[in-house]
């Protein structure tokens, strides 16, 4: 029987074990969405997970509304990335990057005072700091044109080339948390009346083009997806959120992705959900190829998905950040240490690479 400890092949990659890290945005590259050495150590200090994948990065400043966090769409940021992978890669482990357009949720103070982009002018709720200061309320976005559209799915595109020549070992397309692609496949957003809109095939056509335009150009199996079917991060919402993430997933079986990963908490961990809206087992149902799940997961409640066939593998997030050798400390039941919530998206090295490892490892 599989455990967390297990070895797994996800794509073109054999993974030494099922302990993966969930993409954690945590402000650290201070010079214009360029990863810095702070980053590239953090990052090795954690090689140990069966594959990292590494924080939402932009694709385009036009995507980007986050402070500090990084950017894979010029050399200079390329160039930052190559050195995250040679220390992940010198530690033996496996990294993927996290491909994101903010979409309506860059505010305008990041964008010289335009207006974001999103699939429908409808305004999110909620707001961000930005350079000019905290809770700025996100803007009525305007809707991306076709022409525009294709020139986004090519920004994506591009940025996965860029993550392969840097020597990242893949990417995952973020189409989750109410961010671009979760704002054309979800309805509470999507009010489209062309091929972009309306239906499920629809709404999901924009994150069939990305996916399909970055698996023909670096190969389905440095390829995944993130999906949120049931939260509703900035107020997005679904009617029907079985059947769009159903037909999500069924539609991505002909990809071969190395892998799709659903952030669902389970609503027997505490989450205030009913069991109903818990959609995991029915898209692992739909989906043929291999599934990551994530959200609330410990050693315990990780290891009996596995045996019950939930998933191949687990993403752990808040627990990496506060224990680098996390997979180190599951193996010998080790104390866990809490993470500091206080430094999460703060610019030093404290609460980011400080936090301690075990003796002797
Ligand atoms: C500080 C922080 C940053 C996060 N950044 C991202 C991100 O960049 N991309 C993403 O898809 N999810 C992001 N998340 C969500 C995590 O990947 C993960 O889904 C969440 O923490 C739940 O998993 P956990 O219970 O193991 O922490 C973030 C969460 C936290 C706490």
Redo the contacts with the bound molecule.
Sequence with gaps: MNDIFSSITLGDYQLSNRIFM?????GRAVENGVPNAMMAEYYGQRASAGLIIA??TAVAKSGLGWMNAPGLYNDEQQAGWKDIAEVVHEKNGRIFV?L?HMGSIVHPDFIEGELPVSSSAVRQQGSLTTPKGRDREFAVPKALTRSQIGETVQQFVDAAKRAINAGLDGIEI?G??GFLVDQFIRDGINQREDEYGGSIDNRLRFMMEIVNAVCMEIGSGKVGI?LSPSNKVWGITDSNPQATFSRAVTLLNKFNLAYVHI?E?KPETGHAMAASDYLTPVLRENYQGSLII????NKKTANNALANNEAEAI?????F?ANPDLVERFQTDAALTQPDRTT??TSEAKGYTDYAFMDGV
């Design positions: 969930a993409p954690l945005s945590r924080e939402a996290q994101w973020h989750a948390n993130r952030l908490p994530n959200g609330g997961y993403a752990f997030g808040t627990p950040i999460f998206y």
